[in-house]
């Protein structure tokens, strides 16, 4: 790894990822791996993860490992596209307007609801029988 500009964190859900930005050839490592490994043939979750990347240019100039870890893979997509985009703010200031027009650098702040008390999950109950 070159030197490291910048680090940031992205969240969805209960997933977690951290991006490095380096120098480089605009090579995206998830957790060690590419993202056609990581993501295998969920195309859905491999668009939502480049989607900062449609609006910015300067990809070819630089390298982004990002670390994931907690939640699911569609939460963990979700991070690392807040991540990337975080990452892409500290690298071009003038990008904001456009990203935070595209909604990508507000953290979704939607979680899962907690179970309550007598019920099965949620808001699910359980079968009424009147006899």
């Not at 449609?54 to 070819?60: D, F, G, L, Q, R």
């Not at 569609?74 to 807040?82: D, F, L, R």
């Not at 990203?99 to 179970?115: H, I, Y």
Request: proline share 3%.
């Amino acid at each position: 790894m070159n030197n490291i500009s910048y680090m940031t964190a992205g969240r969805r859900k209960n997933a977690v990822a951290r991006v490095k930005v380096s120098e480089g050839d605009g090579k995206i490592l998830v957790n060690g791996k590419t993202l056609d490994e990581y993501f295998g043939g969920l195309e859905r979750l491999k668009k939502i993860v480049l989607k900062p990347f449609n609006i910015w240019e300067n990809v070819k100039n630089y390298d982004f490992y990002v670390s994931v870890n907690g939640g699911g893979v569609s939460g963990q997509a979700g991070a690392i596209c807040h991540g990337l985009a975080r990452t892409i703010l500290k690298l071009d200031e003038l990008s904001k307007s456009v990203l935070k027009k595209e909604g990508l650098l507000t953290r979704d702040p939607r979680m899962v609801e907690r179970k309550k008390p007598g019920r099965p999950k949620a808001r699910k109950r359980f079968q009424f029988s009147k006899r």
